[in-house]
Nanobody, 121 residues
Framework: QVQLLESGGGLVQAGGSLRLSCAAS????????MGWFRQAPGKEREFVVA????????DYSDSVKGRFTASGDNAKNTLYLQMNSLKPEDTAVYYC??????????????WGQGTQVTVSS
């Protein structure tokens, strides 16, 4: 089974930037639906972005549109999430996912272990 490993989380001040990476154990980037979800303490999992390949269509949630950018590197088999203008409400564990693609977390069968992003005010 494909494994996803996220990295790049950390502590940043509001207005700052972080880039998350998701390394896949198999050739998934550019071939299958992938994306990012997040979950803050005491809250449900929240859709962040979904990427459909090979069309390249990207669907962002309204809460991150214009601030976050998702991309993939086929050669490195790695998915990225560039996060700019971070806000305290972006604080959450961020998960890389692979699956059928949609805003429904249940549509994704493979999840990474998550990486913590904390934005201080």
């Amino acid at each position: 089974q494909v494994q996803l490993l996220e990295s790049g989380g950390g502590l940043v001040q509001a207005g700052g930037s972080l880039r998350l990476s998701c390394a896949a154990s198999a050739r998934t980037v550019g071939r299958f639906e992938m994306g990012w979800f997040r979950q803050a303490p005491g809250k449900e999992r929240e859709f962040v972005v979904a990427i459909s390949w090979p069309s390249g269509n990207i669907d962002y949630s309204d809460s991150v549109k214009g601030r976050f950018t998702a991309s993939g590197d086929n050669a490195k088999n790695t998915l990225y999430l560039q996060m700019n203008s971070l806000k305290p409400e972006d604080t959450a564990v961020y998960y890389c996912v692979m699956g059928a693609g949609s805003r429904d977390p249940n549509a994704y069968g493979i999840w990474g272990q998550g990486t913590q992003v904390t934005v201080s005010s």
